[in-house]
């Protein structure tokens, strides 16, 4: 059985500058000082440092998150004055504009460099920094982290893209809810902008990864046809399980593996299970079970394991009641790996899912130095 987890999605800094989480505190502790003020979108933390490594996940992706105002500029900044057409509001993401967003991007970036100067993280940007990483790992070790950017508003004009590359980032998907700057996002179908469609042939010519995540079905199609390299979704499920655009077609989770991608699964229990779309599924209606619905799916789909493992997003705008019952924090991910054996997943296979397959694809398309 694997020891070791890559967790391909997780909002390390927006969770440190906007809930004022200390990310290298344990995560009892943390929900100690934050008892008082618990939210629907906060909910009871999940994910610190501590907890990564206690579990065994030695690797993440971890966000660049910032949005401008869906549906682009001209509504109200203030959430009481902003139309019904405006999907998923929140002061804690939402900005006026891409200046804002770009400047709320990089000061996350400075929050990695400085876990990273206080030997809590070490940041990857290469195919040689990743393999330093798992050859030089102990328990205590400074977790991977390699950035991703969460919806592209913080990039102000597509040429622009080059410069977050060279700050890091190296994955990327066009939207988040509604729509961004550069696509349709969760809730809404459409195409590419045209600064989008400049992105994408930008994200091409750099080796920015381009992540399908959070991107409106036409805009998926017509980004396939502008990207040549291989794409991954960092946090999604299966749409033929639980119904909605948030969740992945058949059709698109074969066009990720054709391209040796990779989909990373989330824990968020209403992409996990059925449910009332006005409500949320409580922790103790679903299970680790039902992931493993969605990942043998897809491992039926494409006939093997190559192109699923984790994408949590634990802590990403829901906390511990909206997990499955197993897990109470982040150190419970290796639970997953006992779902998948009771399936008769291989030991091979399990190991894929849990860290193998995201390594080789980083492995493949980071950057050789």
């Not at 982290?145 to 040429?159: F, N, Q, R, S, Y």
């Amino acid at each position: 059985m694997p020891s070791l987890i890559f967790d391909a999605h997780l909002d390390l800094a927006w969770n440190a500058l906007q809930y004022d989480r200390d990310q290298r505190l344990d995560v009892m502790q943390m929900r100690s000082l934050e008892s008082h003020m618990i939210t629907d979108t906060r909910g009871q933390c999940t994910v610190s440092l501590p907890a990564m490594r206690q579990g065994g996940v030695t690797l993440c992706c971890a966000t660049l998150l910032a949005r401008v105002l869906p549906n682009g500029f001209g509504q109200p900044q203030h959430p009481s004055q902003r139309t019904p057409k405006v999907a998923f509001a929140r002061e804690d993401i939402d900005f006026a504009d891409s200046t804002i967003a770009y400047g709320t991007a990089f000061g996350q970036l400075g929050y990695y460099r400085l876990l990273e100067s206080l030997g809590e993280i070490t940041l990857i940007s290469t195919q040689q920094q990743l393999k330093d990483h798992l050859t030089n790992w102990q328990p205590t070790s400074p977790i991977g982290v390699i950035l991703c950017m969460e919806g592209t508003d913080p990039i102000v004009t597509p040429d622009q893209a080059k410069h977050w590359f060279d700050l890091g980032m190296r994955t990327a998907c066009l939207a988040h809810y509604g729509q961004s700057a550069h696509a349709m996002g969760t809730g809404f179908d459409g195409p590419l902008t045209k600064a989008g469609v400049q992105l994408v042939k930008q994200f091409d010519e750099h080796g920015i990864i381009l992540d399908l995540v959070h991107t409106a079905d036409l805009a998926i199609e017509q980004a396939l046809d502008l990207y040549s390299r291989p794409v991954c979704v960092s946090h999604a499920n299966v749409r033929s399980l639980v119904k909605g655009d948030r969740q992945l077609s058949d059709s698109q989770i074969q066009q990720v593996a054709n391209r040796n991608g990779v989909i990373g699964m989330a824990m968020y229990n209403n992409m996990i299970k059925t449910s009332d779309p006005n409500s949320k599924l409580q922790r103790e209606q679903v299970s680790l079970t039902d992931v493993v619905n969605h990942i043998d799916h897809i491992c039926q789909l494409v006939g093997n394991a190559n192109n699923v493992g984790i994408g949590s997003d634990m802590d990403g705008g829901f906390g511990v009641d909206c997990i499955p019952r197993e897990l109470q924090t982040i150190a419970d991910l290796p639970k997953l790996a006992d779902a998948l054996n009771a399936r008769s997943f291989t030991d091979e296979d399990i190991n894929k899912i849990m860290i193998g397959n995201w390594v080789r694809f980083f492995a493949e398309n980071l950057p050789s130095a």
